[in-house]
């Protein structure tokens, strides 16, 4: 059942990989759904995720040129867990999550 979900949802993000705005669509509705235990690594703050499809309302420059979320203790699951799985990472040339094979 479990696999039949996954491969679904890797066709849904296959078709809108290029419409960050429905991958975004995406992601929220399947945040609720465990994190993939083939993820390994840590965020590095590159905030790329805070950029889908436009920057969030809640990111904040400091005067040193840093990255903040003004709701980082309150942000939503979708911010929380993404990268969630590997089909629905679209910013792994900045990101430093990965995917174990």
Known sequence: ??????KNIKNIFSVFSHNNR?????????SVLP???QRYW?????WACC???KRCKFL???????FYCRIYKLR???CRKYPRTDFEFIT???CTFKFKD
């Open 76 to 78: 939503p699951l979708n």
């Open 1 to 6: 059942m479990n696999i039949k979900i996954n």
């Open 92 to 94: 792994k040339d900045i």
């Open 42 to 46: 840590k965020c590095n703050n590159c």
């Open 51 to 53: 950029m889908l499809p």
């Open 35 to 37: 994190i993939s235990k």
């Open 60 to 66: 904040e420059v400091s005067m040193q040129w840093k």
């Open 22 to 30: 429905f991958a975004r669509v995406l992601r929220t509705s399947t």
